[in-house]
């Protein structure tokens, strides 16, 4: 299965970077135009493109929990660390959350 990820604001371009690097179609919103998005045009651009959506912003993930539909929500609840831990334990992570979006979990929670 494919998927498609939109990485967002608060975390580091980065880390779409290192996704798009190991094939995977990801974008940043940083990267989009107009610079800034708020959650909720992020939320319809991942349902009009299907991404998954990475964020830490917990209104994703409530927003994951309450919609019976929607994009899935990887949820990075590591608190603040440096970007080289963050990058260094999404590269661990990484074959399991593919595997739990194969198997259609909508909420991700990585910690």
């Given at each position: 299965?494919?998927?498609?990820?939109?990485?967002?604001?608060?975390?580091?371009?980065?880390?779409?970077?290192?996704?798009?690097?190991?094939?995977?179609?990801?974008?940043?919103?940083?990267?989009?135009?107009?610079?800034?998005?708020?959650?909720?045009?992020?939320?319809?651009?991942?349902?009009?493109?299907?991404?998954?959506?990475?964020?830490?912003?917990?209104?994703?993930?409530?927003?994951?929990?309450?919609?019976?539909?929607?994009?899935?929500?990887?949820?990075?609840?590591?608190?603040?660390?440096?970007?080289?831990?963050?990058?260094?334990?999404?590269q661990h992570e990484w074959p399991k959350i593919v595997l739990l979006l194969d198997a259609g979990e909508r909420l991700i929670e990585v910690?």
């Amino acid at each position: 299965m494919t998927h498609r990820f939109i990485v967002d604001a608060n975390l580091p371009v980065a880390l779409a970077r290192q996704l798009s690097r190991a094939n995977w179609d990801c974008i940043h919103v940083l990267e989009l135009p107009g610079l800034t998005m708020p959650d909720p045009a992020i939320w319809a651009l991942a349902i009009a493109q299907a991404r998954t959506i990475i964020s830490r912003d917990g209104d994703f993930a409530q927003l994951a929990v309450a919609s019976s539909s929607g994009p899935s929500v990887i949820w990075l609840r590591m608190g603040n660390v440096r970007k080289s831990v963050l990058l260094g334990r999404m590269q661990h992570e990484w074959p399991k959350i593919v595997l739990l979006l194969d198997a259609g979990e909508r909420l991700i929670e990585v910690r």
